[in-house]
């Protein structure tokens, strides 16, 4: 945990007390940026943007088609509670809806023993379908973008009805979240909308930033402050198990978020992102919960991906195994640019050059017996390096004689099964899983005679093993139970050094391995009473063998349909989250030998409350507003007499005594607006008010630095048809988001010229925030459709107009005056891909 008391640079570092290496290395990928960024705006200079536009002309002629070009839609139909297959499940194009059968323009299917589905010859373009089942709800699924090369894949849940009434077309709510135990602060989030979020890059950590109540903790990572929580309460799941954190360029122990993703938006299905009052089968979180949904090959036709683009180039392959067994391949991995052109000799990145490389695969397959199973996983490797020169002639200060290698690895393998029981009612989900990360950075200087010597080193790894097993039972069409085990095995080996000036010599702080353990066990249940009121029980227990601490947590939620438009959500619910391993395992040097003052630390715990309103007013467009209160306690925070509390650091390490005294309130209202893509645009209005406190060991209530206290987004695109068939696609789309500024703790000028330093005003600690954050992203696109492979140019850029928002402030001695530091510039990324 960085000490509020310190400013960002490299001159806070107290590593007697607090580690700032996380720190550093997030510094050294500020720097990286802030060198590309100039670059970028070379190459987007006159000459180039007339051969981009010269390409998108050639393009652009060679795309027209002189016959309508169609695709393949398929998928399946299936039980959203039991899972099961439906057979005989009917799929209409909806564009030819009013003609008969026996109509030659008709399009229809219907799902086979499987609950699969095709539907062939359907146009390319964004197309609407209904999926209707005798005794189930029939279910619109609209908008749905068909393109020239790649076959549509969808898997449609459909809800069994509790009354033979009237028949009733149900519209399947773009924002509705996968898991059907949900009831409030979900929504689903997908690739369409990845690509069509201006200045997202198709990150899903940058995109969520759209949603009510979400924000950054700054441009230089997409690390997600949720309610005014940190970003260490946020849980990754991948296919229903959790990982580490997925990104690159992390910000140290502890974090959720980094600089890049490093899962790509071309694997991804549509996902889930919960924001509060989880329920039962999730735990280890307190702040937000991405629930990561990996897409399936195509298994009847092998497909490519090539993307060319400033902030990596990227290759996607994916087809049948097997025909026979349904069994499919999902393949994508992605490289640097930059760092490409720097192994080969040109660099544009300046003094750091940020060299990553990620995969991802998917391998699934259909048994007769067994079920299915899928072998998935993703692993990263980054790497940042501030060299310093072998040349005492150019240096002018000490800092010209240091240089830092930072080094992340991360890794995740799992399998799953899905076992479908012969009473048509059970499933059972097994999952597997090994990971792997690991934290490198090392500091050192080069003496005048150019010797290297350390002054910091650390190397935190961290293997892990996992198994969670899920059984779900469809009791009948209005009761769901649903109940799972989850063990986690975690290991670790920690090491860390640093050169005491007092001494002269290389300290060991931290040196220690092993492993520990992580149980979650939860159960719950579904209850549909009567056609309008869902109600969602459950309970959920943690128990983390460290050191024996546990928790017991029940929840609650419920979702009241007044009438066909509106309804009532209310979700209720108790949650824990685990401190990262080195935080526990933190040695100390004492008398009478090595302690380790923080391994008998309690799980920090939040109380959710949640009541929401939402109404639909046409078919696609949907208002809601949520209100929420949350009481946070077992706060890690430092001694009795300090303001130091863990709700205000996003990652960190220390080995200063932690004790569990602290707490913590956030409350606020949330509200959004939304037209759902159709008729060619989409827009969404967010809003958010609130207050975030925290009592720390001087018992004094404090805003957390994260108390920003509004949010608002707007965010809108529109499509349009061009070509000579009208089958081609110019996409424009922009976000605009103004909210307060982080807190701050403020500079005493007056002191700090007489003392010749930087010194706090630690009377109005978090008193007063740092200028109002202001952006406008822009994204444009344009989509080629032909017969064979499809193209597609994207230019999205972040901080369209180059406003310079303020990232924290610093007392200059030269000038002897406050300055600052901002965030992000002007920021272009220009992409070209070819699917084929």
Not at 192 to 214: K, T
Not at 227 to 254: A, C, D, K, T, Y
Not at 579 to 595: D, F, K, N, Q, T
Request: one cysteine or more; a neutral charge; aromatic letters at 12%.
């Amino acid at each position: 945990m960085p000490s509020p008391t310190a400013s960002p640079t490299e001159d806070s570092v107290d590593i007697t007390t607090l580690n700032h290496e996380a720190f550093l290395r997030c510094f050294i990928f500020r720097l990286r940026i802030s060198n590309i960024v100039p670059e970028q705006k070379m190459i987007l200079s006159k000459p180039y943007w007339s051969l981009l536009l010269l390409v998108v002309i050639l393009i652009a002629d060679t795309g027209r088609a002189f016959s309508q070009l169609t695709q393949t839609v398929k998928g399946r139909i299936f039980d959203i509670d039991s899972e099961f297959p439906l057979w005989g499940a009917s799929v209409v194009f909806v564009h030819n809806l009013p003609s008969s059968p026996d109509d030659a323009s008709f399009i229809g299917s219907t799902s086979d023993s499987l609950g699969n589905f095709t539907l062939k010859n359907i146009p390319v373009g964004r197309q609407s379908f209904s999926f209707s089942y005798l005794g189930y709800e029939t279910r619109m699924v609209r908008e749905v973008i068909v393109g020239s090369v790649k076959e549509v894949i969808l898997e449609i849940g459909l809800k069994e009805k509790l009354t033979s009434l009237k028949e009733v077309e149900i519209t399947a709510a773009k924002d509705q979240p996968l898991n059907s135990m949900t009831s409030v602060s979900a929504r689903i989030f997908s690739t369409d909308e990845a690509s069509r979020y201006a200045g997202s890059f198709e990150d899903p950590g940058r995109m969520a930033q759209s949603f009510a109540g979400v924000s950054n903790d700054g441009d230089f990572s997409n690390e997600l402050v949720i309610r005014g929580n940190s970003s260490r309460g946020v849980l990754w799941r991948m296919e229903g198990i959790e990982i580490p954190n997925p990104n690159h360029f992390q910000s140290g122990e502890g974090a959720s978020g980094g600089g890049i993703s490093i899962l790509s938006s071309n694997v991804l299905a549509n996902s889930d992102f919960l924001t509060g009052a989880f329920p039962a089968e999730y735990g280890n979180a307190t702040a937000g919960i991405f629930d990561i949904k990996l897409r399936k090959g195509n298994t009847t036709k092998r497909e490519y991906t090539l993307l060319l683009g400033i902030l990596g180039t990227e290759i996607g392959l994916e087809g049948p195994l097997s025909k026979k067994q349904a069994s499919s391949y999902l393949v994508h991995y992605r490289y640097s640019t930059l760092g490409i052109l720097d192994n080969i000799g040109i660099n544009v990145a300046g003094d750091v050059v940020p060299n990553y490389q990620d995969l991802s695969i998917n391998l699934f397959t259909k048994t007769k017996k067994l079920g299915t199973f899928s072998l998935f996983g993703i692993a990263g490797y980054n790497a940042a390096v501030l060299s310093a020169k072998k040349d005492s002639t150019q240096w002018t200060s000490f800092s010209d004689q240091r240089h830092e290698t930072g080094i992340q690895l991360m890794g995740i393998v799992g399998l799953s099964n899905t076992y479908l029981l012969k009473d048509q009612k059970t499933f059972i989900r097994s999952i597997l899983s090994g990971s792997y990360r690991s934290n490198q950075f090392r500091r050192g200087y080069y003496d005048y005679g150019y010797e290297d010597n350390l002054l910091y080193r650390e190397k935190f790894n961290y293997p892990g093993l996992r198994g969670s097993v899920l059984i779900n039972t469809k009791v009948d069409n209005k009761n769901t139970i649903r109940s799972g085990i989850i063990y986690s095995a975690l290991y670790f080996d920690l090491f860390q050094e640093d050169y005491n000036g007092d001494t002269d010599k290389i300290e060991t702080l931290l040196e220690t391995s092993g492993n520990t353990g992580l149980i979650q066990g939860y159960s719950q249940w579904k209850r549909r009473i009567g056609a309008n009121l869902n109600v969602n029980l459950g309970l959920h227990f943690t128990q983390f063998l460290l050191n024996g601490h546990n928790s017991l947590e029940p929840r609650l939620g419920a979702v009241w349909k007044i009438g066909s438009r509106e309804s009532i959500n209310f979700g209720l619910g108790l949650h824990s989250k685990v401190e990262a391993v080195s935080i526990y395992l933190a040695e100390r040097v004492e008398p009478g030998g090595i302690s380790r003052p923080n391994k008998n630390l309690d799980l920090m715990k939040s109380l959710h409350v949640v009541l929401g309103y939402s109404r639909s007013f046409a078919k696609n467009v949907h208002f809601k507003v949520e209100t929420y209160y949350q009481y946070l306690y077992d706060v890690p925070i430092f001694d009795s007499v300090s303001y130091i509390s863990a709700l205000n650091f996003g990652s960190g390490y220390t080995n200063v005594q932690l004790s569990n005294q602290g707490t913590g309130t956030n409350y606020g209202i949330e509200l959004t607006l939304e037209k759902h893509f159709s008729k060619g645009y989409f827009f969404m209005i967010t809003a958010s008010l609130f207050d975030s406190k925290y009592i720390a060991g001087d018992k004094i209530e404090r805003n957390t630095v994260y108390n920003s206290n509004f949010i608002t987004n707007l965010i809108g695109g529109k499509e349009f048809k061009v070509g000579g068939q009208k089958q081609n696609v110019l996409g424009v789309n922009s976000r605009i988001i103004w909210k307060g500024g982080n807190r701050k703790i403020p500079i005493d000028v007056a002191a700090s010229q007489v003392a010749a330093d930087r010194i706090y005003d630690l009377d109005a600690i978090y008193e007063s925030r740092l200028p109002d954050y202001y952006r406008i992203d822009l994204g444009l696109s344009y989509r080629i459709n032909k017969s064979s492979l499809a193209w597609v140019i994207t230019l999205d850029i972040q901080n369209l107009s180059n406003r310079a928002n303020v990232y924290y402030e610093f007392y200059d001695k030269d000038t002897q005056a406050v300055d600052y530091v901002n965030q992000l510039g002007i920021l272009p990324v220009l992409k070209f891909k070819i699917i084929f």
